[in-house]
């Protein structure tokens, strides 16, 4: 079988995303009879209808379910090709780094600043991003490394990490867990956690402690579902909703050292899994890197204090801020 060209994917994921051939031509720009025949020939060369039709609204079968999730895969990597080529086709080609704000940009910028001193190293931009930003970042060619922090999707990266802290709860003052000495992550179960845009259920488990609280309960399927909190998109947002007691947290212990509050108190969090922080760059399964990466890579071991033999496997480890790598 022929395989499909990216113009045909970008078809069918525009028609799979809009449900409709006509609303999916208008947004391609073209008419709907030679999109249909497009989609036509797609399933033809299937050999399996990739739309249920009938409906008000075009129903993915199967097959479509697929196409639709392996699709998107192909248009990131072609586009995040795309925006390589054209840095690497600069005159003075640079890198760019990204890391979210706070610790993260605090991190990245050692490494930066010990980058530049080298010899020969080529200029770094320097990119902030937003919550979970930086790994999509990098997958999409927008950046060429990233600083990246728990939870996040290993997914077309290879990862370097950087170091580890603990976690604390933060619990509004009024709450009864706030007068506990210490708290295990099964204390939380059924206490409302603030949402972040596009968890998943593997970041939301991690949020919430339930990574850990799963391992310790005896028969499976006893956790209950945690009440939905407010939908954040910051720390500071985060702890301003714990504060007004609409929800508890588990937060970096830089966090709680920088932010005291008259009406938050942190507690240890004595089986809470850590917060970590990791260098990301695009995954070559054939081991061989740009240069400039390679080279920022070292420099990130260097700074951090992992041995190059093994800078997969290393992790430094801090308990506030100040102290340890970072």
Same mark, same amino acid.
């Given at each position: 079988?022929?395989?499909?060209?990216?113009?045909?994917?970008?078809?069918?994921?525009?028609?799979?995303?809009?449900?409709?051939?006509?609303?999916?031509?208008?947004?391609?720009?073209?008419?709907?009879?030679?999109?249909?025949?497009?989609?036509?020939?797609?399933?033809?060369?299937?050999?399996? *209808? +990739?739309? !249920?039709?009938?409906?008000? %609204?075009?129903?993915?079968? #199967?097959?479509? @379910?697929?196409? /639709?999730? &392996?699709? =998107?895969?192909?248009?990131?990597?072609?586009?995040?090709?795309?925006?390589?080529?054209?840095?690497?086709?600069?005159?003075?080609?640079?890198?760019?780094?990204?890391?979210?704000?706070?610790?993260?940009?605090?991190?990245?910028?050692?490494?930066?600043?010990?980058?530049?001193?080298?010899?020969?190293?080529?200029?770094?931009?320097?990119?902030?991003?937003?919550?979970?930003?930086?790994?999509?970042?990098?997958?999409?060619?927008?950046?060429?490394?990233?600083?990246?922090?728990?939870?996040?999707?290993?997914?077309?990266?290879?990862?370097? *990490? +950087?170091? !580890?802290?603990?976690?604390? %709860?933060?619990?509004?003052? #009024?709450?009864? @867990?706030?007068? /506990?000495? &210490?708290? =295990?992550?099964?204390?939380?179960?059924?206490?409302?956690?603030?949402?972040?845009?596009?968890?998943?259920?593997?970041?939301?488990?991690?949020?919430?402690?339930?990574?850990?609280?799963?391992?310790?309960?005896?028969?499976?399927?006893?956790?209950?579902?945690?009440?939905?909190?407010?939908?954040?998109?910051?720390?500071?947002?985060?702890?301003?909703?714990?504060?007004?007691?609409?929800?508890?947290?588990?937060?970096?212990?830089?966090?709680?050292?920088?932010?005291?509050?008259?009406?938050?108190?942190?507690?240890?969090?004595?089986?809470?899994?850590?917060?970590?922080?990791?260098?990301?760059?695009?995954?070559?399964? #054939?081991?061989? @890197?740009?240069?400039?990466?390679?080279?920022?890579?070292?420099?990130?071991?260097?700074?951090?204090?992992?041995?190059?033999?093994?800078?997969?496997?290393?992790?430094?480890?801090?308990?506030?801020?100040?102290?340890?790598?970072?």
């Amino acid at each position: 079988m022929e395989d499909f060209d990216v113009r045909e994917i970008r078809y069918f994921l525009a028609v799979a995303e809009e449900r409709n051939f006509s609303r999916a031509a208008a947004r391609l720009g073209m008419s709907q009879p030679p999109l249909s025949r497009a989609v036509k020939r797609m399933e033809r060369r299937l050999g399996a *209808p +990739l739309f !249920e039709r009938g409906h008000r %609204a075009l129903r993915l079968t #199967a097959a479509g @379910l697929t196409l /639709r999730d &392996e699709g =998107r895969k192909v248009l990131e990597v072609v586009s995040a090709a795309t925006r390589r080529t054209r840095r690497a086709a600069r005159a003075a080609p640079a890198l760019t780094a990204t890391a979210e704000p706070g610790r993260g940009t605090e991190v990245l910028r050692r490494i930066v600043d010990a980058y530049a001193a080298l010899p020969g190293a080529p200029a770094t931009a320097i990119a902030v991003s937003g919550y979970r930003a930086p790994a999509a970042a990098v997958r999409g060619g927008h950046a060429d490394i990233a600083v990246i922090s728990t939870p996040y999707d290993r997914r077309g990266l290879a990862v370097l *990490p +950087l170091l !580890e802290e603990r976690r604390v %709860a933060a619990v509004p003052a #009024a709450h009864p @867990l706030a007068s /506990r000495a &210490e708290l =295990r992550c099964a204390d939380l179960a059924g206490e409302p956690f603030p949402r972040w845009p596009g968890d998943t259920d593997a970041a939301r488990r991690y949020v919430t402690g339930q990574d850990r609280a799963d391992a310790d309960r005896a028969e499976p399927g006893e956790a209950a579902e945690d009440p939905a909190g407010p939908l954040v998109h910051d720390m500071q947002q985060l702890l301003e909703v714990v504060g007004l007691g609409q929800a508890l947290a588990l937060v970096p212990h830089h966090v709680a050292e920088r932010n005291p509050r008259p009406d938050v108190v942190y507690l240890p969090v004595a089986d809470a899994s850590p917060y970590a922080m990791a260098l990301a760059w695009p995954d070559d399964p #054939a081991g061989l @890197l740009c240069p400039a990466v390679d080279l920022f890579v070292k420099t990130a071991i260097d700074v951090v204090g992992a041995p190059v033999d093994s800078p997969r496997g290393t992790v430094g480890t801090v308990d506030a801020v100040g102290a340890g790598p970072a």
